[in-house]
């Protein structure tokens, strides 16, 4: 079956597999039995066994180690005492374990890959070589189940442990800066071959995102351009490139800028219908060249013979002449350049053949990007590849780019353990979570609140939104617009006389306490400590005892936004300011402030003892 490594599905392939519509039929399902290989023994390496061994031969093996240390039966049936100093794995003899090399057990050596069966056929597993079995499992080449004595010694014998997944040192710097995010992929190929793939991209210095973060995403590996993640990332500035681009960065290991038509996405998945009985075969291109044209062919849904015969429909030729050229062109077959294919993969439409400029053979540049091609994308390439180059060559990096600032998000009015599990995706998804509502830019809540967080993001934050944001974020992998999952509780709306989405449109123009200075008395509830972080967050000072007394030595048209909020246990405070005409209000003109963005200096005043009738009515 095809793995990574398979030079004859890629171009020179040292990276990884190609999208599934470069593949044939026959291609697919070789891909479909490997991916079923691999999570055999993915399943066996999460049980202990070492690769490429099953249950049944992994029981043998150590019954072999422990006959070595023991004493071993030879072919005769004599036994022989332990080898003193022999190297474990090693038989006197060139006797290696049962399973090891085909025999009964159907194995393979160690690190070859060997068939697997499908997960659901009857009877795959101990001796298909991979299947993992419970004791008493029966395997296609044995008709009995394991025996007694070998369960038990598998139970007795202790497993090796797991293999650690650490991240190797770079060996090369080719992608030294880039955070590359791989999309459409993850859909068609296994998790161990995607591991493969980020192994290789670490050992260049590169580094792998699972979630499109403008912050730290730089590139954007895609097939084609129908995904919300390719369009994000294009109006955000970033490298939008293929797995052919990297796997051609990987081979020559320098860091280029998408030049054939191979690096940029389609605007189709799997292939064009009109394409799909189309047989075409290549002549005159050798080398690199020969594979971009195969690779090329398989990523608009035609057919690749090596042979040309009556049947095929195309001939794409580098020159006019040789045996396929005769033959095509005597049997009426259409021949034209690479060009013809390179237009489909870019623009997904079947150009005449007859154009001239598919007619013409010879040009070297054929399947060379013109710079007219996706002009805004080649654009960010270009930016990107300077400030790149700038950041490797001075002693202090220095962004170039556009800065993309994560959300820091905050929660109030969540159950504990909605928290814990938002908490892991905003984890995942390298965003900040914090308790400081002067941190934070998002406010996630299920309703409307009248807590101190609550009251203070409408002043601070950019967005007041429900959990669904960050699921529906996490769930696409892409941070999504907020406006459609802003906060909307209409019934604590009517209730309290105002609108979220009004309030926070109000607080971005001018927040409410704008050029405001209040003074707090001890005993205001909530306390004073609480109601400072509101004020400040609206854009209001909290003065002192002293600062507040100096007020009253100003003219009134000096302190005009000057206001104290006080209770009536603190009325003996208030005395002073009373007599300055300075107003006095209850804890609820700056609550109700902040709620609507309004102040209100005609409601919740507060009239201290000794004010006249007509005052306290």
Partial sequence: PPTPHTPSTVSPDRFGIPSPYMMNNASQAQMMQYQQQQQQQNMLRQAGYPPNMNR?????????????????????????????????????????????????????????????????????????????????????NHGAPVNTNQAQLHKAVPTPPPEQNERKEPRFTTLKGCTLMLIDYPDYYSKDVMHKW???????????????????????????????????????????????????VVIEKEYIIPCNPLHIPTQFKTGLPDCAKMKISVTGYEGRERIYVKDMIRVIGAVYTGELSQ???????????????????????????????????????????????????????????????????IKCWHEFSASRKSDILSVTPKRHRKEFPSPVVLFTGLPSDKN????????????????????????????????????????????????NWIEQSYSRKMLLDETPYTLDDQESEKTLGFCVKDSLAKARHCKVFAG??????????????????????????????????????????????????????????????????????????????????????????????????????
């Fill in 198 to 248: 980020k192994i290789v991209i670490e050992e260049h210095s590169g580094t792998v995102a699972t979630f499109y973060n403008p912050e730290y995403v730089t590139h954007v590996i895609c097939m084609s351009r129908m995904s919300d993640i390719y369009k994000r990332a294009l109006e955000d500035g970033k490298c939008v490139t293929t797995a052919h681009w990297l796997n051609d």
């Fill in 56 to 140: 049944q031969q992994w029981v043998m093996y150590q019954q072999q180690l422990m006959q070595q240390k023991q004493g071993y039966f030879s072919p005769n049936g004599q036994m022989h005492g332990p080898q003193p100093g022999m190297p474990m794995g090693h038989f006197p003899g060139n006797r290696t374990p049962v399973g090891f090399h085909g025999g009964a057990t159907g194995g393979v050596a160690p690190g070859a890959p060997s068939p697997v069966p499908h997960p659901q056929t009857p009877g795959a597993g101990a001796g298909a070589g991979g299947g993992m079995f419970p004791p008493g499992a029966v395997g296609p």
């Fill in 311 to 377: 049947q095929n429909t195309h001939l794409i030729s580098r020159k006019s002449d040789g045996l396929k050229y005769t033959k095509a062109k005597n049997w009426g077959t259409k021949i034209i350049n690479a060009r013809w294919l390179s237009d489909i993969v870019l623009y997904g439409v079947v150009s005449v053949t007859t154009e001239k400029k598919y007619t013409q053979l010879g040009d070297a540049k054929e399947m060379l990007l013109q710079d007219t091609v996706m002009p805004k994308l």
């Fill in 420 to 467: 814990q599990k938002l908490s892991q995706m905003l984890k995942k998804m390298r965003c900040k979570l914090t308790s400081d509502v002067t941190e934070a830019t998002h406010l996630v809540t299920c309703k409307i609140v009248r807590t101190v967080k609550f009251l203070s993001a409408i002043s601070r934050c950019r967005y007041i939104v429900t959990p």
């Fill in 516 to 617: 405001v200075e209040v003074f707090l008395t001890p005993r205001i509830q909530p306390g004073p400590k609480d109601m400072r972080v509101i004020v400040e967050c609206g854009g209001g000072r909290v003065l002192g005892e002293g600062e507040a007394a100096g007020r009253l030595s100003l003219p009134p048209e000096a302190r005009q936004s000057f206001y104290v909020v006080s209770c009536p246990n603190d009325q003996a405070l208030c005395q002073q300011f009373y007599h300055k005409e300075v107003p006095i209000f209850t804890s609820e003109f700056l609550l109700s402030g902040a709620l609507t963005q309004t102040l209100d200096t005609s409601a919740n005043k507060l009239f201290v003892s000794g004010s006249s009738p007509e005052e306290k009515k």
